[in-house]
T-cell receptor
Framework: EAQVTQNPRYLITVTGKKLTVTCSQN?????MSWYRQDPGLGLRQIYY???????DKGDVPEGYKVSRKEKRNFPLILESPSPNQTSLYFC?????????????FGDGTRLSIL | GENVEQHPSTLSVQEGDSAVIKCTYS??????FPWYKQELGKRPQLIID?????GEKKDQRIAVTLNKTAKHFSLHITETQPEDSAVYFC??????????????FGAGTTVTVRA
């Protein structure tokens, strides 16, 4: 089954404790992206990747890092999480054509930073 | 997203009535306009999309219209049913730099269909 898998689905942690949210897709998509969803703000792009070893900042990259060492994986790293990063996070992938193609979203990761 | 405005933020309709959600965008280079539906606790899922060379597209009870001159596009849901209750997001491809677009989302519309 074609899917985007995120882990963990839920995480409560404390300020400053490094965490990684994993994202994996099995559709051989080149484009991958991370979004955060906050009430009244819709989905805002954090980082995106057009291919292996090619990543770039989205609209709200501060406090986040990503890597794309393999085509299928695109982890999101919070080196020193802060309470304002409490949010619902979605990973997405899309076929060649990138943002002009349908996005396939993962199930989401709800992060609470205390 | 700052490049896409979506209205209304909430919409309550009687079952069987129509629902209309409107979005405006600012980038004249935008050429792809998808709509996503997000049920409570679920992922956003594409329900319909339209490209700039088309003015209208329909899929059963759902239709999208695009006015490139006015830079706005709308989602129309006819004969609404309880399962249409969800948050709907519009989006537009925004030119970031040469041949590199991003997808900018509206803030979302919470649709409630009253039985």
């Amino acid at each position: 089954e074609a899917q985007v898998t995120q882990n963990p689905r839920y995480l409560i942690t404390v300020t400053g404790k490094k965490l990684t949210v994993t994202c994996s897709q099995n559709m051989n998509h080149e484009y991958m992206s991370w979004y955060r969803q906050d009430p009244g703000l819709g989905l805002r792009q954090i980082y995106y990747s057009m291919n292996v070893e090619v990543t770039d900042k989205g609209d709200v990259p501060e406090g986040y890092k990503v890597s794309r060492k393999e085509k299928r994986n695109f982890p999101l790293i919070l080196e020193s999480p802060s309470p304002n990063q409490t949010s619902l996070y979605f990973c997405a992938s899309s076929p060649p054509g990138g943002w002009n193609q349908p996005q396939h979203f993962g199930d989401g990761t709800r992060l609470s930073i205390l | 997203g700052e490049n896409v405005e979506q209205h209304p933020s909430t919409l309550s309709v009687q079952e069987g009535d129509s629902a209309v959600i409107k979005c405006t965008y600012s980038d004249s280079a935008s050429n792809y306009f998808p709509w996503y539906k997000q049920e409570l606790g679920k992922r956003p899922q594409l329900i319909i999309d339209i490209r700039s060379n088309v003015g209208e597209k329909k899929d059963q009870r759902i239709a999208v219209t695009l006015n490139k001159t006015a830079k706005h596009f709308s989602l129309h849901i006819t004969e609404t049913q309880p399962e249409d209750s969800a948050v709907y997001f519009c989006a537009a491809s925004i030119l970031r730099r040469s041949n590199d677009y991003k997808l900018s989302f509206g803030a979302g519309t919470t649709v409630t269909v009253r039985a």
